[in-house]
């Protein structure tokens, strides 16, 4: 395989990883109710491999934005400096927050406390890391997709559907249940898939 080629498939794997880990996360209808995460919890396997697998996806996240830029460079153009900064930073969060998140209710669990326990004590830290990460990755996205745009290499209805992505990215944490989950991955489709696609029409 090819560079060009490998960097398609490195920028189509942070979609895709995170789509795995957050399908496998089980579903909280309500995050207030500790009653509903502690049967989610329950599915110990799934919560925990869920969120491992979902922040891993954040960390090639930066893989994948650097793979954007180094096809840009071959034709003398770049991302804003700002993009993969901000990218890493938020990655950075979102990976800690899935992470605090995936170990320590099941941790609690296996000492023989109710997850409640960790929901209860930890809910503020958490929810910060994520409010600051959705933040920080979302103005690198933004800067990404708009950076994307002015280079020409987002193009057509393409960046359109990459910039309503980023905005979606952002707004999507703020629904309070697991769906957000999925409106994060769909964002991110919304943005990485029009960018390989634009990389492809580069070969």
Same mark, same amino acid.
Not at 74 to 99: D, E, N
Not at 142 to 154: C, D, T
Not at 174 to 195: N, Q, R
């Given at each position: ?91 950075? *969060? ?47 996205? *933004? ?53 390989? *696609?634009?990389?492809?029409?580069? *070969?």
């Amino acid at each position: 395989m090819d560079s060009k080629r490998m960097r398609i498939v490195t920028i189509l794997a942070f979609p895709v990883v995170l789509a795995i880990g957050i399908v496998l996360i089980p579903i909280v209808a309500d995050y207030s109710d500790h009653q509903l995460a502690e049967q989610a919890v329950g599915q110990s396997a799934r919560w925990f491999s869920g969120h491992l697998i979902a922040a891993i996806g954040f960390a090639v996240s930066m893989l994948a934005v650097v793979s954007v830029d180094r096809n840009l460079r071959l034709s003398s153009r770049s991302l804003p400096a700002m993009t993969l900064p901000f990218i890493a930073l938020g990655a950075g *969060l979102y990976a800690a927050g899935l992470g605090a998140n995936g170990i320590g209710p099941v941790a609690v669990q296996s000492a023989g406390d109710p997850p409640s326990v960790f929901f209860d004590g930890s809910g503020m830290w958490v929810t910060g890391v994520f409010v600051a990460g959705t933040i920080m990755f979302g103005i690198g996205l *933004l800067s990404l997709v708009i950076g994307a745009i002015r280079v020409g290499l987002l193009k057509g209805w393409s960046r359109h559907i990459a910039f309503i992505g980023a905005l979606v990215f952002m707004v999507a944490p703020a629904i309070p249940s697991g769906w957000a989950l999925y409106g994060v991955a769909v964002a991110v489709f919304g943005i990485f898939v029009p960018l390989a *696609l634009a990389v492809h029409r580069d *070969l």
